[in-house]
């Protein structure tokens, strides 16, 4: 099982709406988007680029990610709950941008709520060694 094209530019469209959220774009955040466009198997500048336009570009489709299987979300979403919390916060709007996810893929609301529950347990883990999405790239 692997994530078609489509997949993962949706990934990545996805993580820069998530980190949009808060309308901050924090080093941390910007620095797991590098890594993570990486193994999405995206030009360094392209992901530099994406994130410099980010608040101001109006072209970036708002619709939250839509993927072929529920694994592909889980694992998105739990990508999207360390990011989130890269800042050492989930700003509201963030929240309710991973409950959007979650609920265009076909989860719940308080699956969200259990997987932040479970990460925050878990002291947040946010280091950027491996993501959960590159299971399935």
Known sequence: MKLTLRERSECFRGF????A?????SPEEKQ???LVGKALDFEQSFCEEAMHDLLDNAH???DPPVFS??????AFLSDCIRIAGADHTIH???LKWLIRIAEANGLTASWVDEAVRKAVEERME????????????
């Not at 299987?69 to 889980?74: F, G, K, Q």
Request: proline residues 6%; without cysteine.
């Open 16 to 19: 820069l709406l998530l980190i």
């Open 21 to 25: 959220q808060d309308r901050v774009v």
């Open 32 to 34: 797991i988007l590098l």
């Open 60 to 62: 970036i489709a708002k």
């Open 69 to 74: 299987l529920r694994e592909y979300a889980e």
């Open 92 to 94: 509201p709007n963030e």
């Open 126 to 137: 946010t280091s950027p060694r491996r993501m959960e999405i590159e299971a399935y790239i």
